[in-house]
């Protein structure tokens, strides 16, 4: 069976508070470290968390940030790994969205940067072929890859600890408050209609969650996010061209019906 995910949005950081997005990789302000707290106290009276065996978190500094202090008594005491992971980082290519180089952020985090990818954090160069480019094209496709990786995991539960951009518009279409959290499991039934039609790139299928009830109806784990169902909207991303638009048909995943007002968009 595929693993069990749960899936946290990053705690506030310091472009969150003033909404400067040209602050470069920014670190978590103190509120967001308090808010790593709340999570931490939270997630240690949670029997899955107690479960996970694998943590996952995109390569940015107030992802790992959140993970080192949210997630600390999985990682000290239960020494459950934590790899870092490009596929996880922010949609946009704005100061705030980049990442830092890996052997920077090697010399800040205690982690083993070895598997993360080394194009990483370039998101501008070659954006035809580039995985991490601010397009539609490319964060849908890297929606679908880090949902692939995830559903081939022998582990029963892993953590993720990313960003609400990527996570509403490429891995859930859900809303996630900072240092909120959200609990899913593959949605097999979904899958498999996929893959009978022969949706997908390769005409395999997509890959589809399904929210546990625990987290979806009191709006995540922390009750700080905003319920229902969050479309992709047209400011998402760039404009695309008619080439683009008819590629991302073959790789966009449904989106469930609306169940409630979808909020305006939040900063990541």
């Known amino acids: 069976m595929p693993p ?3 899936l946290i949005r990053h705690a506030q950081a310091l472009h969150n508070v003033a909404s400067d997005w040209s602050i470069h990789d920014p670190p978590l302000s103190e509120l967001g470290e308090r808010q790593c707290a709340e999570l931490q106290e939270n997630l240690k009276q949670n029997k899955l968390a107690n479960e996970v065996e694998l943590i996952i978190v995109s390569a940015m500094r107030r992802t790992l940030q959140t993970a080192s202090l949210g997630l600390d008594w999985l990682i000290n005491e239960k020494k459950v790994r934590i790899v870092p992971d490009a596929g996880w980082q922010e949609n946009a290519d704005k100061p705030c969205d980049t990442g830092s180089p890996i052997t920077t952020m090697a010399k800040e985090f205690p982690y083993d940067f070895s598997s993360v990818d080394p194009l990483y954090p370039d998101k501008t160069t070659h954006l035809r072929t580039n995985p991490y480019a601010f397009t539609r094209k490319a964060i849908l496709a890297r929606g679908q890859a880090c949902l692939k990786s995830l559903y081939a ?11 609400s951009g990527f996570l509403r518009t490429a891995v ?6 900072n240092a909120d959290y959200r609990i899913f499991d593959f949605d097999l039934e979904k899958m498999k209609k996929s893959k009978d039609v022969g949706e997908g790139i390769d005409g395999e299928g997509l890959f589809y969650l399904k ?4 987290t979806e109806e009191k709006g995540g784990g922390m009750g700080r996010s905003e319920k229902g169902i969050a479309y992709i909207v047209d400011t998402d991303f760039p404009p695309e061209t008619d080439e683009d638009s008819a590629q991302n048909e073959k790789v966009k995943p449904e989106v469930e019906e609306v169940t409630t007002e979808v909020p305006e968009k939040v900063a990541a």
Not at 172 to 177: A, P
């Open 4 to 6: 069990t995910v749960i």
């Open 153 to 163: 995991r022998p582990e029963k539960v892993i953590a993720v600890v990313s960003h």
């Open 172 to 177: 859930c279409n859900r809303r996630f408050f």
């Open 211 to 214: 929210e546990w009830p625990e």
